[in-house]
Structure formats: C-alpha cells, structure tokens
C-alpha cells in the first residue's frame, strides 16, 4: 500500500524545537521530489521546504530558511524536517507530499492545484504559543 505518514507535531513554545518525520510505504524516495506544505486556516497549503530523493537537493521558503533543515534517510524512506527557533507564524499543519519531479524549486512553490493528483500524508498539527 502506497502511503505517507507523518509524525512529530506538538505544542512548543516561541524559540523551541520539534523534528517532523515523514515515513513512505510501497515506494523508496529516490524518483521522486518530497515537500513539506503547511496550511493554516483559511489558506491553502504552501511549500515550507521540499527535497529531491536522489541527491538530497533542498529548496526552503524564505521564512524558514537558517531555522529549519530538511533531510532524508533512504534506507528508511523517510524524510525529516528539522524546525529550530519557531514562531508563532510557524503555527499550521504540516503536510508532506510527493510528486514524479526533479525540480524541488517547483515543487514548493506549486498551488494546491498542481497537487491535487499527488501523494498526500494526513498531516501533522504543529502549534508555536506561550
């Protein structure tokens, strides 16, 4: 069964730390591009960092780069997304997704439209608060 879970959420307060992971079943990493999308309420989700399975290539938005870190494990097909320093404005449900791409650049900054047909997680809800 094809499939991707997430897991590491939780409630940290401003300047804390948590660790997303994203596991994939029935397919390895390396043809594809995997992004992690948060979505707020009443917004769409938007590309936060996204990573090219082949050769680990990153793309990160602006308002996360030098805090968060993407990375992946092949042998576990698992992609991790290290957030560091967070804020409020950080507050979302983080998705991951997949996509048969090369151009991680794109993936991000694809609408919701773009990925209506891809491979979606169920999310994990991350809440930045004191």
């Known amino acids: 069964q094809l499939q991707l879970v997430e897991s590491g959420g939780g409630v940290v307060q401003p300047g804390g730390s948590l660790r997303l992971s994203c596991a994939a079943s029935g397919f390895t990493l390396d043809y594809y591009v995997i992004g992690w999308f948060r979505q707020v309420p009443g917004k769409e989700r938007a590309g936060v960092s996204c990573?090219?399975?082949?050769?680990?290539?990153?793309y990160y938005a602006d308002s996360v780069k030098g805090r968060f870190t993407i990375s992946r494990d092949n042998a576990k097909s698992t992609v991790y997304l290290e957030m560091n320093n967070l804020k409020p404005e950080d507050t979302g449900v983080y998705y991951c997704v997949v996509r048969v791409t090369q151009n991680v650049e794109a993936m991000c900054l694809s609408s919701n439209e773009d990925l209506a047909m891809s491979m979606w997680g169920e999310g994990t809800q991350v809440t930045v608060s004191s």
């Open positions: 990573l090219r399975g082949l050769d680990g290539l990153t």
